[in-house]
Nanobody, 115 residues
């Protein structure tokens, strides 16, 4: 079992930055990769970024250049650095960990980009 706890969301003005954190606990040594998704009101959940156990990363094409994913293995924590935020980035951001094909989700953290 893996438990995830996201943090770092909040209200930010357009052009601002936020860093989201996702702390994993439990059987973290079996996590194959972790990723971030987001869901805006009335829209489907969409992929944001992924990082493997080995550190390989992938960011959604539409977000490259603004969003960066990283990890701190010592803290079992994955980060999502979001820069130059836009109102359309407003969403609930979810962290996900994949173990043997099964997904474990966090509770989500709200990001609101507004002036």
């Amino acid at each position: 079992q893996v438990q995830l706890m996201e943090s770092g969301g909040g209200l930010v003005q357009p052009g601002g930055s936020l860093r989201l954190s996702c702390a994993a606990s439990g059987s973290t040594f079996v996590i194959e990769y972790m990723d971030w998704y987001r869901q805006a009101p009335g829209k489907e959940r969409e992929f944001v970024a992924l990082i493997t156990r080995g550190g390989s990363t992938n960011v959604a094409d539409s977000l490259k250049g603004r969003f960066t994913i990283s990890r701190d293995n010592a803290r079992d924590t994955v980060y999502l650095q979001m820069n130059s935020l836009k109102p359309e980035d407003t969403a609930v951001y979810y962290c996900n960990a994949v173990v043997r094909g099964a997904s474990y989700w966090g509770q989500g953290t709200q990001v609101t980009v507004s002036s």
